[in-house]
């Protein structure tokens, strides 16, 4: 049965203390990449009802410094579903709690597959836009599986020709 993008919508905050930050008081990237992988496989188990791997992260543009004492939300829904395959739409919110000023400071496009109880993946329900918005997204993401895709060739040619054997200089 299709279900509705809505339906797969998920939401993580945390706030950002001291340990998370860097030298310069800003939320580790990595720890927010933690987190962009953590909403966006919710979101992705939500729409299927099954466990789920993540097959790919396309990028993640950081728009702006999410900095300590601030509280960060993400916002995760699947925007397309291929046979086996999800791709999740994470939008990264952070807030200045004591002034209440907000600012987009990232985003993420993210690529998961659905698994059985086998570990085999499975199929998993088309995903259905409503809003204009949704509909976009939706309808983008074909062009955005074509460069997945060539990406994904690019980096299993980039795996043969740097492989465990490749030195970069010759002792």
Not at 3 to 31: C, E, M, W
Not at 93 to 104: Q, S
Not at 142 to 167: L, M, W
Request: hydrophobic fraction near 40%; include cysteine.
């Amino acid at each position: 049965m299709d279900k509705y993008i809505r339906q797969s919508r998920t939401i993580l905050a945390s706030y950002v203390l001291p340990p998370d930050t860097n030298n310069h008081n800003t939320l580790f990237g990595g720890k927010l990449m933690s987190y962009i992988d953590d909403v966006g496989a919710r979101a992705a188990m939500r729409h299927s009802r099954c466990p789920v791997v993540t097959a790919s992260t396309d990028s993640i543009d950081f728009l702006h410094p999410i900095k300590v004492n601030h509280e960060v939300a993400l916002e995760a829904i699947v925007t397309w579903a291929g046979r086996t395959s999800m791709e999740v739409f994470v939008r990264v919110i952070a807030e200045d709690l004591l002034t209440g000023e907000r600012k987009v400071c990232a985003h993420s496009f993210l690529t998961y597959v659905a698994l059985g109880e086998d570990g085999v993946p499975v199929e998993v329900p088309k995903a259905i836009p409503e809003t204009p918005e949704e509909k976009m997204l939706h309808d983008s993401a074909p062009a955005r599986a074509q460069a997945r895709n060539q990406r994904r060739k690019d980096s299993k040619r980039f795996a043969e020709t740097f492989g465990t054997n490749f030195v970069w200089e010759k002792q």
